[in-house]
């Protein structure tokens, strides 16, 4: 069986050209009937690969992912200037905060300035607070923190946004935010992502605890903070603690301890 996540052979498709998911939260399917494998953002780069019965087969440009979606999600490719810097934004319909909000933004959404006033950046759809966004040329430097914006938010199998994430959406969001290349399964993250830890001992700010099937962030030497379905949401938790209740659910014990040097403290 194909993974869904590599490329497709070129010969099983009908195009290729380049596009940009217009929804807010978009799923990103194993096929015209689902399930859900992962969600784009408003701005994501696609490749559209082929279309059929108002449904496309793409490619994530951020990562790689392929996936149907629904051909309703996808619009022309832009250039994006701006993205969501805060955990979700409101896009209001005038340069106003009383005036009607049209639709919400997660973090790492982007968008394309159209004009801008003080407070408000224009968009294609709408006016956004101007405190919400940063140019697309800046990125954070501390994955964590990026990670502590989901805190409370719920745990969604293959979410990848404010309305709800899982433990390698997480992960995703906060590394990209940094401008780190990053995966969108934890298997794959797992395999690409860091050098081994002999120890948990080692463990650091910025480390990452792989299980089988699970990943979770290090905050500090004695605290994770990981998207889980024990709390159905992005929760803090000490470390000693989640090794030991994963394995008492028999999810068996951590699989790898991995350093991302590239955030040395």
Wanted: glycine share 8%; with cysteine; aromatic share 6%.
């Amino acid at each position: 069986m194909t993974d869904p996540r590599e490329t497709p052979d070129p010969r099983s498709v009908t195009m290729h050209r380049s596009a940009t998911v217009i929804q807010p939260v978009a799923d990103l399917m194993r096929g015209p009937s689902g399930p859900r494998d992962r969600q784009l953002l408003y701005g994501d780069a696609i490749t559209v690969l082929g279309q059929t019965n108002g449904y496309c087969l793409v490619r994530a440009e951020k990562d790689g992912y392929c996936g149907t979606l629904s051909q309703e999600a996808i619009g022309a490719a832009y250039n994006s200037t701006h993205k969501v810097s805060v955990r979700q934004t409101h896009v209001y319909e005038a340069a106003d905060i009383k005036s009607p909000d049209l639709a919400h933004l997660s973090h790492g959404s982007s968008i394309k300035a159209l004009g801008q006033t003080d407070k408000f950046v224009q968009s294609q759809l709408g006016f956004i607070p101007i405190r919400h966004l940063v140019p697309n040329d800046h990125f954070e430097v501390d994955p964590a923190a990026v990670a502590g914006l989901f805190l409370g938010t719920p745990y969604l199998w293959g979410g990848n946004s404010h309305l709800g994430i899982d433990c390698s959406g997480l992960i995703q969001a906060a590394l990209l935010a940094c401008n780190h290349p990053c995966p969108g399964d934890s298997d794959q993250q797992a395999e690409a992502l860091g050098e081994t830890l002999a120890s948990p001992d080692m463990l650091r700010r910025n480390d990452l605890v792989f299980w089988k099937g699970h990943v979770a962030l290090v905050c500090d030497d004695k605290t994770l903070i990981h998207a889980n379905a024990a709390h159905m949401a992005v929760s803090l938790e000490k470390t000693a603690s989640a090794i030991a209740r994963i394995e008492a659910q028999g999810d068996g014990s951590p699989v790898a301890f991995k350093r991302l040097s590239f955030f040395d403290p």
